[in-house]
């Protein structure tokens, strides 16, 4: 839409149109998923957006995801011990092995 516009130009129509810009200085950004899992966000670019009264967070950089025993859900647990008849702990072992992909965990444990 504003492709090559000055960025002096670019802020000045953004006043104009009611939309404020403001940088904000961050190490690190999470977002905790409903799965349980987390993604991570190291040295972001984050920039919050107000536009007609309301607020959106921009956030630019190398994304991961981390998973973990707490991102594991019981029943996916319970569901991987019934199909291949391991142990809890293997389970797990083998859900954090392969970042919470079901699929890969039942395979390393066949």
């Not at 009611?18 to 899992?37: F, L, N, P, Y």
């Not at 920039?47 to 950089?61: L, P, R």
């Not at 973990?68 to 293997?90: A, L, N, R, Y």
């Amino acid at each position: 839409m504003f492709g090559g516009m000055d960025p002096k130009k670019m802020q000045a129509v953004m006043k104009q149109m009611g939309i404020k810009q403001e940088e904000v200085e961050a190490s690190r950004v999470t977002i905790d998923k409903i799965d349980g899992t987390r993604v991570v966000i190291e040295e972001p670019n984050v920039v919050k957006i107000m536009m007609q009264g309301q607020e959106s967070w921009q956030i630019t950089g190398e994304a991961h995801e981390e998973g973990g025993e707490e991102g594991v859900s019981e029943d996916d647990v319970k569901m991987i011990m019934e199909k291949t008849g391991k142990s809890e702990d293997d389970v797990r072992k083998a859900l954090e092995e392969n970042g919470g992909d079901l699929a890969e965990a039942i395979t390393s444990l066949s």
